[in-house]
């Protein structure tokens, strides 16, 4: 039987598995040297997540003998050391700083602040690459950190955390840093789907404020990491949100205003919020080099200035989730909910100053929380039929003020729909966070994150140049282009394409039409593509299978084109065309850059 049915196997089968073993040399392994990495990164950006949220339970217990102090009332002692009373706030941040600030000091400088914009910088400037200590040394500081009160979050480290295992991973795999890039931002993803069970927000938040780049191919590998960790948190944690928000109900037409108002007040707190956190910085700064005293030292001596603000707004220790909780629930008063805003604020500001060791995504949200919550007893006590909607005041302001201070509207929605489910606040959400991004720009070029590596001369934002600081910019791109190569006709069939680029031995070809205008290209990838998915693809025109790619103008200056060049797909370069669309040669990123910097 197995006999006859191999006798009936076509005869031009071997012709197309050849054809598959080719194009899965050059596309198809391709694609699993990036698919597979990044499953592995989700699971230890998971698995990582996990952990660290036990390290920051376990040491939040040993430091206050408490699951969450924050959540208590009435300054309850520690159980440990009944005989401090209420006045154990007061050491306990400077005993944690005298264990994570030597570990810091000593280890991974780098695990000091909150971590995103060494992600970010790692990203841009270093070719993904983050030692992998980091990960040990953030980890174990931030869980000490949180855990003895500082008033920080847990998601800024789990970033930063798995970015240096997907970092150490692919260095370790040897990829190239296109590849790299991608694996650090899918530990990120990963850490943040796992942490807030929210993988679509993880993956926005990776090619949005990281990666900066929508690619097909990027897109796919984050998805990966996000959805595989986020699968490893929910068997963790359960399958429900980390927050416990109120299900908001219908939002009229007229509300609309009342939530673009809530934008613009949101915009310019998320604004005041990076200020104030690095004027703290600055302050802490001089205060310290003004006493001379060893690094490792300042976060025991800034603890106690910050378990003197614990004693007076217990509110503040650690993360502050469950305060969170009853501000959008509407348990507190109007005037307390303007105190926990500028507690939070100046509590985070004096952690970071201090040397601590924690995110800032989670104060963003409770800072978003208490404004949108007062905000709405306002309009309350305005209108006082609104009363009932003061938790959809809340959240919205969670996501605006997060947007007005990272500047990621994308994230900040998808985010806050995740963790509600709630369809009707979409719309209200998306208002306001456009208008808090707006708000954020005019009054300032820099976000949370970016400010941090500006003030190192380093520039991250959206308007920043492309470095090519004494390059020469005047050059044509038609001095840089190198020959062509083979050329193929558009009446070329895909069989014909796929062997003339194994016989050549290159892996981008140019294809013209009868009048020799260029037609478009032929990569490896874009006939991978078309046989993997049809294996009659051999009788179709090159046409068919053409790679998206946008040809150059010969006259056009270098310096304008270069960053397009650097980002074409799959690093293969541009097709170059004369002012009659004929090609006139190829241009890569390596005769881009050559040109361009001056030979010495």
Same mark, same amino acid.
């Given at each position: 039987?197995?006999?006859?049915?191999?006798?009936?196997?076509?005869?031009?089968?071997?012709?197309?598995?050849?054809?598959?073993?080719?194009?899965?040399?050059?596309?198809?392994?391709?694609?699993?040297?990036?698919?597979?990495?990044?499953?592995?990164?989700?699971?230890?950006?998971?698995?990582?997540?996990?952990?660290?949220?036990?390290?920051?339970?376990?040491?939040?217990?040993?430091?206050?003998?408490?699951?969450?102090?924050?959540?208590?009332?009435?300054?309850?002692?520690?159980?440990?050391?009944?005989?401090?009373?209420?006045?154990?706030?007061?050491?306990?941040?400077?005993?944690?700083?005298?264990?994570?600030?030597?570990?810091?000091?000593?280890?991974?400088?780098?695990?000091?602040?909150?971590?995103?914009?060494?992600?970010?910088?790692?990203?841009?400037?270093?070719?993904?690459?983050?030692?992998?200590?980091?990960?040990?040394?953030?980890?174990?500081?931030?869980?000490?950190?949180?855990?003895?009160?500082?008033?920080?979050?847990?998601?800024?480290?789990?970033?930063?955390?798995?970015?240096?295992?997907?970092?150490?991973?692919?260095?370790?795999?040897?990829?190239?840093?296109?590849?790299?890039?991608?694996?650090?931002?899918?530990?990120?993803?990963?850490?943040?789907?796992?942490?807030?069970?929210?993988?679509?927000?993880?993956?926005?938040?990776?090619?949005?404020?990281?990666?900066?780049?929508?690619?097909?191919?990027?897109?796919?590998?984050?998805?990966?990491?996000?959805?595989?960790?986020?699968?490893?948190?929910?068997?963790?944690?359960?399958?429900?949100?980390?927050?416990?928000?109120?299900?908001?109900?219908?939002?009229?037409?007229?509300?609309?205003?009342?939530?673009?108002?809530?934008?613009?007040?949101?915009?310019?707190?998320?604004?005041?919020?990076?200020?104030?956190?690095?004027?703290?910085?600055?302050?802490?700064?001089?205060?310290?080099?003004?006493?001379?005293?060893?690094?490792?030292?300042?976060?025991?001596?800034?603890?106690?200035?910050?378990?003197?603000?614990?004693?007076?707004?217990?509110?503040?220790?650690?993360?502050?989730?469950?305060?969170?909780?009853?501000?959008?629930?509407?348990?507190?008063?109007?005037?307390?909910?303007?105190?926990?805003?500028?507690?939070?604020?100046?509590?985070?500001?004096?952690?970071?100053?201090?040397?601590?060791?924690?995110?800032?995504?989670?104060?963003?949200?409770?800072?978003?929380?208490?404004?949108?919550?007062?905000?709405?007893?306002?309009?309350?006590?305005?209108?006082?039929?609104?009363?009932?909607?003061?938790?959809?005041?809340?959240?919205?302001?969670?996501?605006?003020?997060?947007?007005?201070?990272?500047?990621?509207?994308?994230?900040?929605?998808?985010?806050?729909?995740?963790?509600?489910?709630?369809?009707?606040?979409?719309?209200?959400?998306?208002?306001?966070?456009?208008?808090?991004?707006?708000?954020?720009?005019?009054?300032?070029?820099?976000?949370?994150?970016?400010?941090?590596?500006?003030?190192?001369?380093?520039?991250?934002?959206?308007?920043?140049?492309?470095?090519?600081?004494?390059?020469?910019?005047?050059?044509?791109?038609?001095?840089?282009?190198?020959?062509?190569?083979?050329?193929?006709?558009?009446?070329?069939?895909?069989? #014909? *394409?796929?062997?003339?680029?194994?016989?050549?031995?290159?892996? +981008?070809?140019? =294809? /013209? %039409? @009868? !009048? &020799?205008?260029?037609?478009?290209?032929?990569?490896?990838?874009?006939?991978?593509?078309?046989?993997?998915?049809?294996?009659g693809f051999g009788t179709r025109v090159v046409g068919d299978v053409?790679?998206?790619? #946008? *040809?150059?103008?010969?006259?056009?200056?270098?310096?304008?084109? +270069?960053?397009? =060049? /650097? %980002? @074409? !797909? &799959?690093?293969?370069g541009l097709p170059v065309v004369d002012g009659d669309g004929r090609?006139?040669?190829?241009?890569?990123?390596?005769?881009?850059?050559?040109?361009?910097?001056?030979?010495?």
């Open positions: 039987m197995y006999a006859t049915d191999r006798r009936t196997v076509p005869a031009r089968f071997p012709t197309v598995h050849a054809h598959v073993r080719l194009a899965g040399t050059r596309f198809g392994s391709a694609a699993l040297r990036l698919a597979l990495p990044a499953l592995v990164v989700g699971v230890g950006a998971g698995v990582a997540a996990v952990v660290f949220r036990w390290l920051i339970e376990h040491a939040t217990l040993l430091f206050s003998g408490h699951a969450d102090y924050a959540a208590t009332t009435g300054h309850p002692p520690n159980p440990w050391v009944p005989w401090l009373g209420a006045g154990f706030v007061v050491l306990a941040p400077a005993v944690g700083g005298l264990l994570y600030g030597p570990l810091i000091q000593r280890f991974a400088r780098e695990a000091r602040g909150h971590g995103v914009p060494e992600v970010m910088f790692a990203i841009a400037r270093n070719g993904g690459r983050i030692r992998g200590g980091v990960a040990v040394v953030k980890a174990l500081a931030s869980a000490i950190c949180i855990g003895s009160g500082g008033s920080v979050g847990r998601e800024g480290p789990i970033i930063q955390i798995g970015s240096a295992l997907g970092s150490t991973i692919g260095r370790w795999m040897r990829m190239p840093e296109g590849r790299l890039r991608t694996l650090v931002a899918c530990g990120a993803a990963g850490g943040i789907s796992a942490t807030f069970n929210a993988p679509v927000a993880g993956v926005f938040f990776a090619l949005e404020l990281l990666l900066r780049d929508f690619t097909p191919t990027s897109f796919g590998a984050v998805a990966v990491a996000s959805v595989t960790a986020a699968l490893i948190g929910r068997a963790a944690f359960g399958d429900t949100a980390f927050l416990h928000l109120p299900t908001i109900g219908a939002v009229t037409p007229p509300e609309y205003l009342l939530f673009a108002l809530l934008g613009l007040l949101a915009g310019a707190v998320g604004i005041g919020f990076t200020r104030v956190l690095y004027l703290v910085e600055d302050l802490c700064d001089v205060a310290w080099r003004a006493t001379r005293g060893p690094e490792w030292l300042r976060p025991v001596v800034g603890g106690l200035l910050l378990g003197a603000l614990l004693l007076v707004l217990p509110q503040m220790y650690g993360v502050g989730y469950p305060v969170l909780e009853d501000g959008v629930a509407g348990r507190y008063a109007l005037g307390f909910l303007a105190v926990l805003v500028v507690g939070k604020v100046l509590a985070t500001s004096l952690t970071l100053g201090i040397g601590g060791s924690g995110g800032v995504f989670a104060p963003s949200l409770f800072v978003g929380a208490m404004t949108g919550a007062a905000f709405g007893e306002v309009v309350a006590s305005v209108a006082p039929g609104m009363h009932g909607q003061v938790g959809a005041f809340a959240v919205v302001g969670m996501g605006a003020v997060f947007a007005g201070s990272t500047r990621a509207p994308i994230t900040a929605g998808i985010m806050l729909f995740e963790l509600t489910g709630d369809y009707a606040l979409v719309l209200p959400l998306f208002v306001a966070i456009v208008v808090a991004t707006a708000v954020s720009r005019v009054l300032s070029r820099d976000t949370i994150y970016t400010l941090k590596l500006s003030r190192r001369g380093v520039d991250l934002t959206d308007s920043a140049p492309l470095p090519t600081e004494g390059a020469r910019s005047d050059v044509p791109v038609g001095a840089a282009v190198r020959p062509l190569g083979p050329v193929l006709p558009a009446t070329a069939t895909a069989d #014909e *394409a796929l062997a003339r680029l194994d016989a050549a031995d290159v892996g +981008v070809l140019v =294809v /013209v %039409d @009868a !009048d &020799g205008r260029l037609t478009g290209v032929v990569t490896a990838r874009s006939v991978g593509d078309a046989l993997l998915a049809d294996e053409l790679a998206d790619v #946008e *040809a150059v103008p010969a006259d056009a200056r270098l310096a304008d084109v +270069v960053e397009r =060049v /650097v %980002d @074409a !797909d &799959g690093g293969t090609p006139v040669g190829w241009l890569g990123t390596t005769d881009a850059l050559r040109a361009l910097v001056p030979t010495p």
